[in-house]
């Protein structure tokens, strides 16, 4: 495996793919248990036998909602666990050290967002890109022809693979029906989802304090009289981690900046592209914000490396393991953490390839306050095109290409030492391709 690459392989990301959902389907299970776990070390008062009343109390409400959860079209009523996940934490106030109410809290909270008509919605309204055409097409300079690079093979593509995921952020950036403007979205995610994530993320990392807690699903816990049992344990526990963990860095990312857009509007797009403007500008927590993607998707590299490590290195349990290692894969495991120790790297400090150093430590921990101050000065209109919306015409200030000079050509550190003049060589630009304005397309 190539040491810059960082995804999984097909195969193994398949697995992985296929273990979530398994996860997902078989965790609404675990909450059945009543197996015992070494509990962790706290100092508020405690009062067990109340505290595991309460879980299975929480329990009988979670069990009827299982198989509406998987029904289709989605019943959001089914989602409704806040019953449930207030009773998992009055329980965490009896006994802090209840692992199962942690974990329950976790999971219940999670899935309830899912009863939220708002956040139901963006899951039927279909998927919108946040899409970086306009600032590449600023970059090339010569009109909105499709962006190319003599590097985009190597550090472009290694920059789009990170941040393709959480540009894109699936449901978080869906059009309504109402075709609301991206700030709606982003107040959603913000105020219901981020917090929601953010809190689970913090209970199962209390799980994965006990290395050896586990419970059994029977099948008589699933009102069959028979059938498989099931055995969660930390493999499973750090994947779903993983997974919030990505959710978190996916949604942090998309409401740091400002990305409202009315290309309907001729006087909109000119008043979108005024230096002036909250476009593409940190929105009041965005430089939060981008210093939780980084601190979330460092999480979830860890997250995963630990799932496997635990699943290579636990005794086998072959009857009752949701996933058994068979160590005919462990050359793809290792792989895979070696994946994720590439793509920590990636997120920790400098890293130079193609002759181009870049550190995504100083885009998110040290992230620009407005993208469009890091162009050459212009000026902005706007004018109709074929489509009925309105193109951004950016005009230059600079009469010619040498005076033509970017800002802060190292992006406030994110590609240290970089000139202007190296700048324009990285993406192409010289006195040949120069050209006193570019359009936009709306």
């Known amino acids: 495996m190539d040491s810059g690459s960082f995804f999984l392989s097909k195969e193994v990301e398949m697995k992985m793919y296929s273990f979530a959902i398994i996860t997902a389907a078989v965790c609404v299970f675990t ?26 109390d929480a329990n009988q409400i979670l ?3 299982i198989a509406l959860i998987g029904t289709y079209p989605l019943d959001t009523a089914a989602f409704d666990l806040s019953s449930a996940n207030s009773l998992y934490n009055e329980a ?10 942690h974990f329950g809290a976790a999971l219940t909270e999670v899935l309830t967002l899912f009863s939220d008509p708002t956040i139901a919605s963006l899951q039927k309204s279909g998927e919108v890109s946040f899409s970086a055409k306009p600032m590449l097409t600023i970059m090339k300079s010569g009109g909105v022809q499709e962006f190319t690079s003599p590097i985009s093979s190597s550090v472009l593509n290694r920059i789009r693979s990170v941040m393709k995921p959480s540009l894109t952020a699936h449901a978080l950036l869906a059009k309504s029906q109402a075709g609301q403007l991206p700030s709606y979205y982003q107040n959603v995610a913000e105020t219901k989802i981020l917090p929601v994530l953010a809190d689970a993320i913090l209970q199962l990392k209390q799980v994965t304090q006990n290395s050896s807690y586990q419970f059994l699903i029977t099948p008589q816990m699933m009102g069959v009289d028979n059938g498989p049992t099931y055995r969660i344990d930390l493999t499973e526990i750090y994947l779903l981690l993983a997974l919030f963990q990505f959710f978190d860095a996916d949604a942090s990312l998309f409401v740091a900046y400002n990305i409202d857009y009315n290309a309907a509007s001729a ?36 997250s995963i490396t630990s799932g ?15 996933i058994v290692y068979n160590p005919q894969d462990q050359s793809e495991f290792l792989s895979a953490i070696q994946s994720m120790d ?7 400090g400098p890293r ?9 430590v100083n885009l998110f921990d040290n992230p620009m306050t407005d993208l469009k101050t890091k162009i050459p000065p212009y000026t902005a209109s706007s004018r109709p095109n074929s489509s009925g919306t309105y193109d951004a015409v950016l005009t230059w200030q600079a009469s010619s290409f040498d005076n033509w000079i970017f800002p802060d050509p190292t992006l406030n550190g994110f590609l240290p030492g970089m000139t202007d003049a190296e700048l324009k060589q990285l993406f192409g630009i010289n006195a040949a391709t120069w050209m006193p304005s570019i359009v936009i397309s709306g």
């Open 31 to 56: 909450l059945l248990s009543g197996c015992k776990s070494n509990s962790v070390t706290s100092s508020a008062p405690k009062d067990p036998a109340k505290a595991a009343a309460l879980v299975n």
């Open 63 to 65: 069990i009827p909602h």
């Open 92 to 101: 965490l106030t009896d006994d802090p050290d209840n692992l199962d109410a």
């Open 267 to 302: 006087a909109s797009v000119t008043q979108a592209w005024q230096p002036s403007s909250p476009f593409l500008a940190l929105r009041s927590n965005g430089a939060q914000r981008m210093k939780d993607t980084r601190a979330y998707y460092l999480g979830m590299a860890s």
């Open 308 to 322: 496997l490590t635990f699943l290579m290195n636990e005794p086998s349990h072959t009857q009752t393991d949701l």
């Open 342 to 348: 590439t793509l920590t790297a990636l997120f920790s």
């Open 352 to 360: 130079a390839e193609g002759g181009v150093t870049f550190n995504l």
